[in-house]
């Protein structure tokens, strides 16, 4: 391994103290203009990087806003895009931080906000978090969390309409028996999705038909599972919407497999809007909420409060809206 280069080696090759250096690359007062630019062009040329742990105990500022997340799925890396493009012309650094998996669950964030509050994060964004009561020293905003708004300033797309405009485009086309693929029982998105679905039916006459909905969990390999299970031809819906675009991408791969057309035998709708979902070969119709904007905003409220502002609103809820592509049609007859 390459040797670290370290505040030593920055000293002597400028010909200056170590103190010398500290003062350059902290800012501080008392070198005259032409040796701090001469310790800096050495630190650009040595590529060093003062130890942020070291740095944050004397300052007690670490200049770095980290991004909690419980994996590194397509939701999260949407986020992470967003608020590093907020961030990108700020003195700010971002930390990309998802715990292990031996220590997922419940208060997840909990656990990864001791780790890193205090001495390595000045400020936190929290994605989908399973408590918005987490205890710490920073200002922290949540993007998603599980049960809805609470202590913590949130940033969250509008689930129930959007689920009610993926429903309704359905309807518009013709489709009766449509199914739903939902998410995890224990997300207020999933809840709110299962609702506007729920909604939509209600508001076109349609009845609730509990024999036409799965519980996919927001996950490709069980809404598969599901997606087999719902599409058999006996009870087989013509259109199915799915809680979240891995959901629906895993529906349109079954269908595949069962030789069904897409969307002469069956109509799909998504939500989300991942990048996956325009590139695959039958590109999918969704509902696209503002992944990067979540990030974004949260990250512009996260700079402010940590600024000693105060963030109005302090929930924020972002508007999505029906992206029609490939996958939906009007229903053949049966």
Do not use: C
Not at 108 to 119: D, K, V
Not at 150 to 156: F, T, Y
Not at 285 to 303: C, D, F, S
Not at 307 to 315: K, L, N, R
């Amino acid at each position: 391994m390459a040797k670290r280069t370290t505040i030593h080696d920055v000293a002597a090759a400028a010909g200056v103290s170590v103190a010398t250096v500290s003062k350059a690359v902290n800012g501080r007062y008392g070198i005259a203009p032409e040796t701090v630019s001469r310790v800096l062009r050495v630190v650009e040329e040595l590529g060093y990087e003062s130890s942020l742990v070291a740095s944050s105990m004397r300052s007690r500022k670490t200049g770095v806003i980290g991004v909690l997340i419980a994996d590194f799925e397509p939701f999260s890396a949407e986020i992470l895009k967003g608020v590093g493009a907020e961030l990108r012309d700020s003195h700010f650094d971002v930390m990309a931080y998802a715990g292990s998996r031996q220590v997922e669950g419940p208060g997840w964030e909990a656990r990864s906000l001791q780790r890193l509050s205090g001495t390595l994060i000045d400020g936190a964004i929290i994605v989908t978090p399973t408590v918005v009561r987490a205890s710490a020293d920073i200002p922290i905003v949540a993007i998603d969390p599980h049960t809805g708004r609470a202590d913590l300033p949130s940033v969250e797309s509008d689930s129930f309409t959007g689920a009610r405009q993926a429903t309704q485009h359905l309807i518009d086309l013709g489709h009766t028996r449509i199914g739903f693929i939902g998410g995890r029982a224990d997300l207020r998105s999933a809840a709110l999705r299962d609702a506007g679905y729920r909604r939509a039916l209600a508001d076109a006459g349609i009845a609730y038909d509990a024999s036409l909905v799965r519980e996919g969990q927001y996950l490709r390999q069980a809404s598969r599972e599901q997606a087999l299970s719902l599409l058999r031809p006996d009870t087989r819906p013509t259109a199915v919407f799915a809680a979240n675009d891995l959901s629906g991408i895993a529906t349109l791969e079954v269908a595949a497999e069962l030789g069904l057309d897409v969307p002469g035998d069956l109509s799909i709708v998504g939500f989300d809007d991942i990048p996956e979902a325009s590139q695959i070969a039958t590109p999918l119709t969704t509902i696209r909420q503002p992944m990067q904007t979540l990030g974004a905003t949260a990250a512009r409220m996260v700079v402010a409060l940590m600024g000693g502002e105060t963030v109005d609103p302090v929930h924020v809820l972002l508007p999505t809206r029906l992206v029609t592509r490939a996958t939906t049609g009007i229903p053949r007859s049966r």
